[in-house]
């Protein structure tokens, strides 16, 4: 099985930055659909951006320029360097891998293996 692991989360202020990392192992993170997504507590589950096949990513409308999705595939990981953050971005982040066009890419239920997440926290 694929197993993932996030890393980079943190507290920050409004306007900060911060780079998540998602390492994987048992599997090759060349072969699915990359993805991430988050979840404030008493709320849904929610995209937030993808790295499909052919290297096309794609984004929520929220994140509005401020975050880019990356896979170095010599090390095995996904990366989220998000930029200029908001309290509205406080939520538990996960990294996720599956098999999806990138139109269905935002679609959590077309990622068969998730990571237990890592919390970031933007106070303003």
């Known amino acids: 099985q694929v197993q993932l692991v996030e890393s980079g989360g943190g507290l920050v202020q409004a306007g900060g930055s911060l780079r998540l990392s998602c390492a994987a192992s048992?599997?090759?993170?060349?072969?699915?659909?990359m993805g991430w997504f988050r979840q404030a507590p008493g709320k849904e589950r929610e995209f937030v951006a993808a790295?499909?096949?052919?290297?096309?990513?794609n984004y929520a409308d929220f994140v509005k320029g401020r975050f880019t999705i990356s896979r170095d595939n010599a090390k095995n990981t996904l990366s989220l360097q998000m930029n200029s953050l908001e309290p509205e971005d406080t939520a538990v982040y996960h990294c996720?891998?599956?098999?999806?066009?990138?139109?269905?890419?935002?679609?959590?239920?077309?990622?068969?293996?998730w990571g237990q997440g890592t919390q970031v926290t933007v106070s303003a």
């Open positions: 996720a891998a599956g098999w999806a066009t990138p139109t269905l890419s935002r679609e959590g239920k077309y990622y068969k293996y």
């Open positions: 790295f499909n096949y052919g290297g096309y990513t």
């Open positions: 048992g599997g090759t993170l060349s072969s699915y659909t």
